[in-house]
């Protein structure tokens, strides 16, 4: 079982914010969870990280006591990458660093073989 990070803009247009809430319940159920079939999905854990001006919300959610899925909406990032080099189109420096987000959460969540 793997936890899965998701990082979504709350002002993509062209990936809307649903797909996002799928793939939590899709990493849910993979990891063991239980799902309610059309209840809302609540997390387990929310809180708003603000790293520089522009933040972004963790949710996270689990399946037992397994973390499952990690959300990281940032709010009014469209469809870029965050924390990219902005002289690239799609991309906003003005958000958290996904790569480095993303690095830190699979060195912290990897599984050692």
Not at 20 to 49: C, I, K, M, W
Not at 77 to 94: I, N, P, T, V
Not at 101 to 113: G, M, N, S, T
Request: hydrophobic share 40%; charged share 20%.
């Amino acid at each position: 079982r793997v936890p899965a990070l998701i990082l979504q803009g709350s002002a993509d247009a062209m990936v809307a914010p649903a797909n996002a809430d799928y793939l939590v319940r899709q990493f849910v159920l993979f990891n063991g969870g239980e799902l309610q079939p059309g209840a809302a999905l609540t997390p387990s854990l929310t809180r708003a990280v603000h790293p520089r001006a522009f933040g972004y919300v963790m949710s996270e959610y689990y399946a037992g006591r397994r973390l499952a899925a990690r959300l990281l909406t940032m709010p009014g990032l469209g469809h870029a990458w965050s924390g990219g080099d902005a002289s690239f189109e799609y991309c906003d420096d003005r958000y958290p660093d996904a790569t480095a987000l993303i690095c830190e959460f699979f060195d912290r969540h990897q599984r050692r073989v």
